[in-house]
Structure formats: C-alpha cells, structure tokens
C-alpha cells in the first residue's frame, strides 16, 4: 500500500478519518474531518470521495460528510459479536423483565471492556455503558469479571501495564479484584461509575470452559441483592454459553494494544 510523504499508508489514513467521527457524531464538516484525522483537506476530500464511492461516506450539502449506510451493513453483517449477541439477547430480555433495570453485554478488548448489547427501560438508573462504547476493566465489573477468568499470562501483562488515571489504585489493588472476583465467580463495584449505581457482572463461558463476554446489570445502591442477582446472571450465563457454538475464539483479548495504551 502506497504510503504519503508523511509515511503513513492508505489504510492508516482511511481509518483515521472513519475514527474522527466522536461518539455520537454522525456528521462533520469536510475541514473538520480532516482537521481531527490530521490530513491535509486536499488529501482528506480525495479520500473521502473514494470512500463515498464504496458507500461507506455519504458527501452531504454545503461540505458535510456521514457515516455510510454500507459501513454500518457490513459491520453488522460480519461482526464476530454478531452470534454472541443473538444467543445473549432473550437471555437478557428475561433479566430485564424482572428487574426492569440495565443489563448490558461485554467481550474484553485490551484494558478495555467493550459493550456489545445493553438492555435499558425508562425509569431505570443511569448506566454509562453505551453499545460500541468502552470502560477501563478496573472501573467496570464486567471488565473484571472478563479479566479475572483469561489466562495467567494476560493478567500478567495487563497487571504490568495497569495505571489508574485517577491515581486512586495500585497494580496490587486491582490484583486483588481480579483475585476476589475469581474466588467468587462475580464481580461486583459500587458507587464507582456512579454514586448512586452498583454493576455486577458474571462470566460467560463457551463450551471449552473459555470466558467469552460478561453478562452484567446496573441497579440502585440500596438494591444490595446478591443473593437473588447472582444466581439469576450465572444461570443466564450458562444459557447463553450453551447456545454459543466453538466460533468465539474472534472475541479475543488483544494483549499487544497493552503496550500503546495508557
């Protein structure tokens, strides 16, 4: 792949102006665009015009660009959640029927956990996890409940690499989540995310005993249930891990993003 003068290649330059998009933001002027992928505007307008010609840009008025109807398709079509989320989906309904609170599904994705699917109803507390949207593991019980069933070895550089940007943890206090939350076969975090809030999380295992995703509700703090929420997640756990055939080794932890990031 022909790279520019700066020495970055086609692909890096076409994923950062699809990345430029924040959370949330379907359209951006073209000099904004190519302001947040650092292209120059000549470059950014000849790539997104090659892009639109795939449909995966639309070219508004007035300079607009959008995401594309044909990104959105394929990356529905083919994601590797796609399977996980269908097994998980009624699984979840049946948690959220009674609680009528948030239920959201994640898979582990570096330090982060990624959401897949969420379940939410008016009236239920707020949750910060949003699909598509990521929290560090040692903020999230379904990051620790993801992290404290992978192997050895990805703890350990995960746990080599751990820094809290709020400063308030240590490796060592996060090794002690992992730890507990293993012992226990749940993790739980209260007030953490939010004040009001307590998430707790249990693992989701494929039929080679391999830990998969994270099926997690978010309830007020006063709800302190362990002994009716727990039981409740495990068996749906073990109901969506039945329903999963052996393809789920595309929902991989990436532990070479621990080195970039911070």
Known sequence: MANSVSGDSVVDRVVRVIEAFPEGVTELQLSELAGRAALPLA???RLVRQLA???LLELGSGGSVRLGLRLWELVNRNSPTLA????????MDDI??????NVNLAVLDGREALFVERLSRRGSVANRAKIAGRMPVHVSSAGL???ANQPAAVQAEYLRGFKDPAGKLRAEDV?????????????QLAGVVDPDTWGIAVPVRNARNRTVAALGVVVPLRE?????????????????????NDS??????RPAQFHSME
Do not use: K
Request: glycine share 8%.
């Open 43 to 45: 470059s950014a307008h």
């Open 53 to 55: 010609g795939h449909g």
């Open 84 to 91: 996980l989320r269908q097994a998980a989906l009624p699984f």
């Open 96 to 101: 959220q029927q009674v609680l009528n609170q």
């Open 145 to 147: 409940a993801l992290m």
């Open 175 to 187: 090794r002690a989540l992992l730890h507990e939350t293993a012992a226990h076969g749940y993790a």
């Open 224 to 244: 302190m249930r362990l002994q009716a929420l727990v039981p409740a997640l495990q068996t749906a756990a073990r109901g969506i891990g039945r329903q999963l």
């Open 248 to 253: 789920p080794a595309t929902i991989s932890p």
